[in-house]
């Protein structure tokens, strides 16, 4: 049992963050291809099936996101809108981006970018998603990432005090168990010593 908890904590430390970070990823993804799916046969966002759909995956997934055309209208925004038309503003005209936040590009190809970025100054990071839909607009979709080290290092705590309590469980078992063995030996070698 103190072999799967040290197990369970090598695993996490190890696997667990590579395992998160390609959740998130794909769950940014997923939002995107719906998005692709959704304009290709409702470029306005004018059913309410669509957006329905679209609140759907975004609420499933905890994103946000803004579709903005080439005037700067917002055609949809799922989130709040300020930060997103802002964040749109930077990563698409370049504007204050290198002053704010700290931004790594993890996948880039043809029908979007994927950013993994940091807000020094709010301490959060977050996966963004940055595309050209097929109805020229512009979508920024954002997804907050839990600072996940931190998180693990909680878990590794949990699981070391787990481990210190398995034991002294097992360690006070082994008297009881021993001294039900070892009484009846001692009080034989005493009889045999009377003897």
Do not use: C
């Amino acid at each position: 049992m103190l072999l799967s908890v040290i197990a369970a904590g090598v695993f996490g430390t190890l696997f667990l963050e590579k395992y998160y970070t390609k959740q998130k990823q794909s769950a940014v993804k997923q939002v995107y291809k719906t998005f692709d799916k959704v304009v290709k046969k409702d470029a306005g966002f004018s059913e309410s099936d669509d957006i329905q759909e679209l609140n759907g995956i975004l609420e499933k997934t905890g994103a946000s996101a803004i579709v903005i055309n080439n005037s700067g209208v917002a055609l949809y925004t799922y989130g709040s809108e300020m930060p997103l038309r802002q964040r749109w503003r930077d990563l698409v005209f370049g504007f204050g981006d290198d002053k704010r936040y700290k931004s790594e590009i993890v996948e880039k190809n043809s029908e979007y970018n994927l950013l993994y970025t940091e807000d020094p100054s709010a301490k959060t990071y977050h996966y963004e998603l940055v595309s050209e839909l097929s109805n020229d607009s512009d979508l920024v979709v954002r997804l907050s990432v839990e600072n996940f080290k931190e998180s693990l290092s909680i878990t590794n705590h949990f699981y070391a005090g787990l481990a210190i309590v398995f034991i002294v469980i097992i360690t006070i078992l082994m008297i009881i168990v021993t001294r039900k063995y070892t009484i009846p030996m001692l009080q034989l070698a005493s009889i045999s010593k009377r003897s």
